[in-house]
C-alpha cells in the first residue's frame, strides 16, 4: 500500500510544507536576534559601555520568547499531521528536527552574550582607569561574531559548504584564545598586568570559545539538513557518516573538507 499523502489543508489553511517553511523563516529571524544581541554584548565589554550591557538582557527576553514560541509550533506542526495519520517525508522530517536543534543552540549563544555583558565594567570617575583590552582580545571577539555571521548565512542560503568553513574555525578560536592566555600568564608573572583583569580576560576567551563550539553545532546540523550526513567531531577535524548508503556524502572515516 502506498503511503498515505499529507491531507490537503482546508481552504485558506497553509500546508505542511508551507508551516515549515514559516518556521525556517523565523529561525532565521531568531538567528538575527541573536547576531544583534552577541555583538551588543562584545562592544558593552570592549568599550565599557555599562548602559549597553543593561540592555543586552532585554534583547534575550525577545529571543527567549521566540525560542519557546519556535518550539512550540514544531511540536504542533508534527503532532497535527500525526493525528491526519500523514506520512511526512525525509526531508521535511529532516527539516522540523533541525529547526528545534539550531533554535536550542542560538538560545544558548544568548545566554552566553548575557554572562559576558555581566562582565563589563564600567570606569569610575575619580578612580584609576581600567586597563585597555590587549586589541589581539578584540581580533579573537571580531573572529566569534564573523562565525555567527558565516553559520547564519548558511542556514538561510542552505549551504553546506560555508558550513564546514564554520567547522574549521572553531580550531582557530580554540588557538587564539590559548596563546592569549599563554601571553596573559607571561604578563601575570611580571606584574605587568592586574590578577582580577587577567581574570576577566580569561572569562572572556572562555565564552568565546562556547560561542564557537554552539556555532560549529549549528554548522553540524546544516550539513545534515543538506546532504543528509551525520558530522562528528574527532580530535582535529570532522567527519562525515552517510545517512544512507550511496548518498553522495563522505563516508566514515573521510573528512570533511
Given at each position: ?26 529561525l532565521i529571524e531568531q538567528a538575527r536576534r541573536v547576531q544583534a544581541l552577541s555583538e551588543a554584548s562584545f562592544e558593552a565589554v570592549f ?98 561574531i564573523g562565525i555567527l555571521r558565516d553559520v547564519s548565512q548558511a542556514l538561510l542560503h542552505d549551504d553546506p559548504v560555508l558550513a564546514k ?93
Amino acid at each position: 500500500m502506498p503511503p498515505t499523502p499529507p491531507p490537503p489543508a482546508p481552504q485558506g489553511q497553509p500546508t505542511f510544507a508551507q508551516r515549515a517553511q514559516r518556521l525556517k523563516a523565523d529561525l532565521i529571524e531568531q538567528a538575527r536576534r541573536v547576531q544583534a544581541l552577541s555583538e551588543a554584548s562584545f562592544e558593552a565589554v570592549f568599550t565599557r559601555n555599562k548602559p549597553l550591557a543593561d540592555r543586552v538582557p532585554q534583547l534575550d527576553d525577545v529571543i527567549d520568547r521566540a525560542d519557546v514560541a519556535i518550539e512550540k509550533a514544531s511540536v504542533a506542526l508534527l503532532l497535527d499531521a500525526t493525528a491526519a495519520h500523514a506520512t511526512i517525508t525525509e526531508t521535511n522530517l529532516r527539516l522540523i528536527l533541525t529547526i528545534v536543534k539550531i533554535n536550542n543552540e542560538l538560545e544558548r549563544i544568548a545566554d552566553i552574550g548575557v554572562d559576558l555583558a555581566a562582565l563589563t565594567r564600567a570606569n569610575t570617575p575619580g578612580a584609576a582607569p581600567l586597563p585597555t583590552f590587549p586589541d589581539t582580545f578584540r581580533v579573537m571577539a571580531n573572529s566569534v561574531i564573523g562565525i555567527l555571521r558565516d553559520v547564519s548565512q548558511a542556514l538561510l542560503h542552505d549551504d553546506p559548504v560555508l558550513a564546514k568553513v564554520v567547522l574549521q574555525s572553531q580550531h582557530t578560536v580554540t588557538a587564539f584564545k590559548d596563546a592569549l592566555l599563554r601571553d596573559a600568564e607571561e604578563k601575570i608573572s611580571k606584574s605587568a598586568m592586574p590578577l582580577d583583569f587577567a581574570f576577566q580576560l580569561h572569562e572572556i576567551a572562555g565564552l568565546c570559545e562556547i560561542v564557537a563550539d554552539h556555532s560549529t553545532n549549528i554548522a553540524e546540523q546544516i550539513i545534515y539538513l543538506t546532504t543528509g550526513a551525520i558530522v562528528r567531531h574527532e580530535a582535529t577535524s570532522w567527519v562525515e557518516v552517510p545517512s544512507a548508503p550511496n548518498s553522495g556524502t563522505a563516508g566514515p572515516g573521510q573528512k570533511t573538507p
